[in-house]
């Protein structure tokens, strides 16, 4: 088993291979040595809205067809792209930007500031999944300087230089999205919606030339992408830890530590009658109260979630933000103690008067649902133990597996096991921040605390990377005892962190890939030009 990071849909058949492979593709009769040309990978992940950056193409993982103007190595640490030197104003709301000189887009036209302008204009008209809503302008000084002016400082902007594929003006049509020109490290070739993505190498891409000529991607589902792998014909397939007991023949799997987090949200506020603008009820009793939300905190043993549910391909959970510059690694609970979790239920007036083994407060029984989307096994699974852990300390938990679209009419009410985990601090502000409560997914729980309000604020008002990352840890737990997670508010019982796991050619060597963001399976793409085969 190969450990890799910072720390240690339809099923793809071979007629479909065939028909877009070469004849020195892996297998078919390939010479046993012979460095194939065309790799295979069932990663899924396909991008319903095609390959635009513009539209958040890009976001999660490497955009392939793209380049960036900064981009994070395998700690997360960042580093230049096309960019070859940025800084920042002493007001933070000046972003300038140095690229390379010696860039072309895979039509053969240069790529100059004035794309990178046009790119970042667009992203903001659009509207999109790429947040740049700060930006104020973007202007080209000069052939290879950009300026990036924001209306506030954003120290979280720089992960827009991370993410933010660069599109070529000239091209960028209303076909852009489903037949992409780039400058990054492949060009496309074929994309068959629900089915496969077929990219070529590059041999123009001024970066590290990959090994391979061409690359299919399956979008299958788990079941298919097994198939295939245990068939021979693909060379890697992406499928969750709870497969990893499975061994094929010629493959080893690859296990990638992840910011892909498990948590359940616990909504802060009571039900006053109180409702969204939506129409949508808010507030929940019984999670209102502190002690019940530090409870279910204290109750949770995190290290039997890892063992059993995610067999052992993970961690326990402190925070939204774990194994990132901006985690907080003194915000959690060590140990479980249900003792100490009924203990907390006791003292505030929580007891259980007619011994049926739940709690009761002022006629409210110490008992919730806990939402969970159906057609997942892996949330259902900690769902389920979730609720026997804390039925000692006296509180009942009844998980409910339903639509998206039930839990979209309840997330405001009832607890619900979402999964988060980003390269991006943003998405804390996102959770936590007061201003978000309501907005789509984030903050559905309503938390609201004035002093963690004012960390995150100054976090995304910083000018220097320190200076933010200090107050996004002091958001989560500050000197004070303020902050939103287990020791403080509480505001979610943050559950595991998963490692994401890859069956694996044992020829194929990955090198070393980086801390993976929510979303198994294309994330592992960061790093794809320094793939190789080995044998």
């Not at 100490?340 to 407060?361: I, N, P």
Request: hydrophobic share 40%.
């Amino acid at each position: 088993m190969r450990f890799v990071g910072i720390a240690a849909t339809a099923v793809l058949g071979m007629a479909a291979l065939t028909a877009c492979g070469g004849e020195t593709a892996v297998g078919g009769g390939m010479a046993a040595g012979e460095t194939p040309t065309e790799l295979r990978l069932a990663l899924g992940g396909e991008s319903e809205e095609g390959y635009d950056p513009t539209l958040g193409w890009g976001r999660y993982g490497s955009p392939l067809f793209q380049s960036t103007l900064l981009r994070r190595d395998a700690d997360l640490a960042i580093e230049g792209d096309l960019a070859t030197d940025w800084s920042v104003s002493d007001d933070g709301l000046t972003w300038t930007v140095d690229i390379r000189d010696d860039v072309t887009f895979s039509d053969g036209e240069p790529l100059t500031a004035d794309d990178v302008a046009y790119t970042f204009a667009t992203a903001a008209e659009q509207g999109g999944l790429t947040d740049v809503t700060a930006l104020d302008g973007a202007t080209a000084v000069d052939d290879d300087t950009v300026e990036l002016t924001l209306s506030e400082p954003r120290s979280a902007f720089v992960n827009r230089l991370v993410s933010l594929g660069i599109v070529p003006e000239h091209a960028h049509g209303d076909d852009y999205a489903t037949n992409p020109v780039g400058s990054g490290p492949f060009t496309f070739v074929d994309w068959q919606r629900g089915q496969q993505l077929v990219v070529e190498r590059n041999d123009d891409y001024y970066g590290e030339v990959p090994d391979f000529e061409r690359v299919v991607f399956s979008f299958a589902d788990e079941d298919g992408a097994l198939a295939a792998a245990r068939a021979g014909e693909v060379q890697m397939a992406g499928l969750p830890s709870t497969l990893a007991t499975q061994t094929v023949d010629g493959m080893d799997w690859t296990v990638v530590e992840s910011v892909d987090n498990r948590g359940v949200v616990l909504p802060t506020v009571p039900d006053t009658g109180e409702r969204t603008d939506d129409g949508l009820a808010i507030g929940n009793d019984v999670t209102a109260d502190l002690a019940v939300r530090r409870a279910v905190n204290v109750a949770v043993d995190r290290e039997a979630l890892v063992d059993g549910i995610l067999e052992g391909y993970g961690s326990p959970a402190i925070g939204p933000a774990d194994s990132t510059p901006w985690a907080n690694t003194d915000a959690g609970i060590t140990d479980a103690d249900p003792e100490e979790a009924a203990r907390l239920l006791e003292d505030a007036g929580w007891t259980d008067t007619d011994g049926d083994g739940v709690r009761e407060k002022d006629g409210v029984r110490a008992s919730f649902p806990l939402l969970y989307s159906a057609d997942d096994s892996l949330r259902q699974g900690l769902a389920l133990a979730v609720a026997d852990m804390v039925e000692p300390a006296g509180l009942e938990i009844v998980p409910e597996g339903v639509s998206w679209e039930e839990i979209d009419r309840r997330l405001h009410t009832d607890p619900v096991l979402f999964g988060w985990g980003s390269h991006d601090p943003t998405e804390m502000y996102n959770l936590y921040h007061s201003s978000m409560a309501g907005v789509e997914y984030y903050n559905p729980g309503f938390y609201e605390d004035e002093a963690v309000d004012a960390h995150l604020d100054a976090a995304m008002r910083a000018t220097d990377e320190a200076e933010a990352n200090e107050q996004w840890r002091a958001a989560q737990l500050d000197a004070e005892g303020n902050g939103f997670t287990a020791p403080a508010d509480a505001a979610w019982a943050w559950l595991v962190n998963l490692e994401h796991t890859y069956l694996t050619d044992d020829c194929l060597d990955v090198g070393t890939p980086q801390v993976e963001p929510h979303g198994h399976g294309w994330p592992i793409t960061a790093n794809i030009t320094e793939w190789s085969w080995r044998c």
